[in-house]
């Protein structure tokens, strides 16, 4: 069983920048596209951001579009989502899943989930 763990999140000012990281225990996420998703209190879960196996293509849900890059280092075993500019209304729990199909990834049609870091944007 692939097991994923997301890390990076906290408490941040509006403005401020975080980096989430998706990492694998036992197994290797190269054979995977991997999809980062959010959730605040009370809402539905939202896809942020995808990215295929080799790293060549991505997308992104139109609320992060210009603040929001995610990228993998293979090398590292390792998937991040570098968040800028962050606003209140990215506040959530970040989650990060695996997908075997990328375009189909954002739909939220995955195969294993990590269990979230929480991200607090607040002043």
């Known amino acids: 069983q692939l097991q994923l763990v997301e890390s990076g999140g906290g408490l941040v000012q509006p403005g401020g920048s975080l980096r989430l990281s998706c990492a694998a225990s036992r197994r290797s996420l190269n054979y995977y596209t991997i999809g980062w998703f959010r959730q605040a209190p009370g809402k539905e879960r939202e896809g942020v951001s995808c990215?295929?196996?080799?790293?060549?293509?991505?997308n992104y849900a139109d609320s992060v579009k210009g603040r929001f890059t995610i990228s993998r280092d293979n090398n590292k075993n390792t998937v991040y989502l570098q968040m800028n500019s962050l606003k209140p209304d990215d506040t959530a729990v970040y989650y990060c899943?695996?997908?075997?199909?990328?375009?189909?990834?954002?739909?939220?049609?995955?195969?294993?989930w990590g269990k979230g870091t929480l991200v607090t944007v607040s002043s």
């Open positions: 990215i295929n196996i080799s790293g060549g293509m991505t």
């Open positions: 899943a695996t997908s075997g199909s990328y375009y189909r990834c954002l739909g939220g049609d995955m195969d294993y």
